[in-house]
């Protein structure tokens, strides 16, 4: 069965801890991304990759770090820095096989992880 | 920038309609649309690519002005299980930055 996992489902961090958020997927698609949410707002993006070894700065980059070294893999790191990581993370995935590019495709979700800082 | 939605929430009774809206200030390329469950990820409705165009899934439609940068969506006859927050979301011209919109809240009782 093709789809996306991240893992772990729920992650408790102390303050001051790095922590890294798992995204695999199996479905070949190119383009994959990583959203915040917080309680009752929407979805925000932090970070995006269209290729493997490239990725892009979302709107809310700062206390992220992401890597792209496999077309399945895209790992969330949530440093330090991140002044209020608390949150629902959710990580997506996208192909570009349609004429246009990824905007003609859906984008497939995980189930999400939720970060609690202690 | 984040497109714009309204209402921010609204209540129906099973069987009513509702209309949900989509409008962003920057020129649209294509809008998608998702509903997420509470504790859910998003799950995919559908997108809309061509000015003018709308879109079915059940009970569930769309349209896109092009011209208006805005979306709408239709859900008819609203069942229970469409209860959830609906999200639009569009892309930058290069159709490559993804921006959500803030989100619908439908609550659909019996």
């Known amino acids: 069965d093709g789809g996306i996992t991240q893992s772990p489902k729920y992650l408790f961090r102390k303050e001051g801890q790095n922590v890294t958020l798992s995204c695999e997927q199996n479905?070949?698609?190119?383009?994959m991304y990583w959203y915040r949410q917080d309680p009752g707002q929407g979805l925000r993006l932090i970070y995006y990759?269209?290729?493997?070894?490239?990725?892009q700065k979302g709107d809310i980059a700062e206390g992220y770090s992401v890597s792209r070294e496999k077309k399945e893999s895209f790992p969330l790191t949530v440093t330090s820095a991140q002044k209020n990581p608390t949150a629902f993370y959710l990580c997506?995935?996208?192909?570009?096989?349609?004429?246009?590019?990824?905007?003609?495709?859906?984008?497939?979700f995980g189930p999400g992880t939720r970060l609690t800082v202690l | 920038q984040q497109p714009v939605q309204s209402p921010q929430a609204v209540i129906l009774r099973e069987g009513e309609d509702a209309v949900i809206n989509c409008s962003s200030s920057?020129?649209?390329?294509?809008v998608h649309w998702y509903r997420q469950k509470h504790g859910e990820a998003p799950v995919f409705l559908m997108i809309?690519?061509?000015?003018?165009e709308q879109k079915g899934h059940e009970k569930i439609s769309a349209s896109f002005n092009e011209k208006k940068q805005q979306s709408s969506l239709y859900l008819t006859a609203s069942q229970l299980s469409y209860s959830g927050t609906y999200f639009c979301?569009?892309?930058?011209?290069?159709?490559?930055?993804?921006?959500f919109g803030p989100g619908t809240r439908l609550s659909v009782l019996p």
């Open positions: 997506a995935s996208r192909s570009s096989r349609l004429a246009g590019g990824p905007s003609y495709n859906e984008q497939f």
């Open positions: 990759s269209q290729i493997v070894n490239d990725f």
């Open positions: 479905l070949n698609h190119d383009a």
């Open positions: 809309l690519l061509k000015g003018g």
């Open positions: 920057k020129a649209l390329y294509s």
């Open positions: 979301g569009t892309h930058d011209n290069y159709g490559q930055n993804f921006v």
